[in-house]
């Protein structure tokens, strides 16, 4: 009987657990003008989802930037943050610089009020995550700063402090990354963005972000081989019962 629980068991334990079944994601090719959360992504004030709007045309020099939509707490540019944006032409036509953030680019402008802005990526099912990204600051007609924080399944990963003196454009953003790195389904990798202590108001990042999902499925052979296992138990312990 033992020799028979030891076999299957070890059998089990020897085969091959994960099939790749790999999915790419972006946030920039992902984006939705529209829905809110985007799929995968969401984008939250706290804990409150934020609305899609159609912008004001009040003289606010980013308004070509946001004239397909975007998301915030209102339409109103000038006062209504925060904003996550894909940008409908590059920064020199917005009021800003090309090294600011080009057409198609994702930026973000943190909450004037201090609390933070969430840019979310959801798991979908267990599996393993690679990702990359990238932050800079975006708003060089202005000197301010954000403080960026990233997260893997409420686990930190890292902080920095975005701004012209630091990660000051789109060509020296700050770079993270991570490989291999296990989930179960609603597990969250969380970008968070919040005006650094002393700033009046929030600012504008650049946010890049991919993400290669492989999911958790078990092949097709280590379920023949548990059936297998289990019809053997099965066998063991009624052989055992018929002798007891």
Avoid: C
């Amino acid at each position: 009987m033992k020799k028979i629980y030891h076999y299957i068991v070890g059998a089990l334990l020897a085969s091959p657990m994960l099939a790749s079944a790999a999915t790419n994601y972006n946030l920039s090719s992902d984006f939705s003008n529209i829905n809110n959360p985007n799929g995968t992504w969401s984008f939250l004030q706290g804990t409150t989802p934020l609305a899609s709007q159609i912008p004001l045309n009040n003289g606010n020099p980013l308004y070509p930037a946001t004239t397909s939509g975007y998301f915030s707490t209102g339409p109103n540019l000038n006062v209504d943050t925060p904003d996550v944006i894909k940008t409908a032409v590059s920064g020199s036509s917005a009021g800003e610089t090309d090294t600011d953030f080009l057409a198609g680019d994702v930026i973000i402008h943190s909450p004037n009020s201090g609390d933070p802005l969430f840019v979310v990526w959801t798991a979908p099912s267990d599996g393993i995550v690679d990702f990359t990204s990238d932050i800079w600051y975006a708003h060089s007609t202005v000197s301010r700063s954000n403080d960026a924080s990233i997260s893997l399944g409420g686990s930190f990963l890292g902080s920095a402090t975005i701004s012209n003196a630091s990660y000051g454009d789109r060509t020296n953003p700050w770079h993270m990354s991570g490989d291999d790195l296990a989930v179960v389904a609603g597990d969250t990798l969380s970008f968070a963005f919040t005006k650094s202590a002393g700033q009046s108001f929030g600012s504008l990042d650049g946010v890049n972000v991919d993400i290669s999902f492989t999911s958790a499925v078990p092949e097709p052979e280590t379920y023949a081989m548990l059936l297998a296992g289990l019809g053997l138990l099965g066998l063991a312990i009624r052989s055992r019962n018929q002798t007891v």
